[in-house]
């Protein structure tokens, strides 16, 4: 199944039971029944424990890392396993299970990645969250806008600093490249830790004069 999915091409059978699934449902990564065990996060009590790491209008997540080894498998998979396609597909999947809320305006929202460094993104060949950004894109038919916001400083990291630093270096980490202020944006990212990055981004979003109005993660470590 690896195999198929390393080489870009969308598997026929679920990787976990192996049973047929439906054609035309590109977007489906396994069975109902398989994904039925995963630890579920697209219900409410996603909401709550991403708006207690990040306080955002609206925030949709669709699983609980770590507990499920075939899921920490996908999301390596696409994080260092080069496979684009796979992290393409699983936005998809978060698109269909979720939907673009009704009050915004779809000619102003845009899905902004969280931007990589760019020697980060030369080493890994893309961004995994602009292909999760554009699966969810397909879906919801708002545009993916990746040079929104940039990341000044390679290898530093917000977790394991307390508040003070980490929130001076949240202020000097994202930038945003476009100062018009027009758009509505949802930042998207394969896996929210802590929710410093997520936050020190939409301050970024919102300097610039943007709307910042959500977040849409694969996963909660
Ligand atoms: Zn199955």
Known sequence: MVRYLKNGFFPKHCPICEELLDE???????????????PDLRGPSGLVFMKERCFVEYAQTGFRLRTEKRLNQQVNEFKYGGNRFLARRWG??????????NEYQPNRCVLVPVPL??????????????WIAKG?????KIPVHSSLLRRRHYGKSLTNLDRKSRNELSRELYESKDANGRFQVFLVDDVMTT???????????????HEWIGIITLALA
């Open 24 to 38: 035309g449902c590109d977007w489906l990564i396994a069975c109902d029944l398989c994904s039925a065990h995963w």
């Open 92 to 101: 998809q999947w978060l698109g269909t299970h979720h939907s673009l809320p």
């Open 117 to 130: 460094h760019w020697k980060k993104r030369v080493i890994r060949g893309y961004n995994q969250a602009h």
């Open 136 to 140: 969810i894109s397909s879906v919801w």
């Open 195 to 209: 929710g410093s990055t997520l936050s020190a981004c939409g301050d970024a979003v919102q300097r610039a004069g």
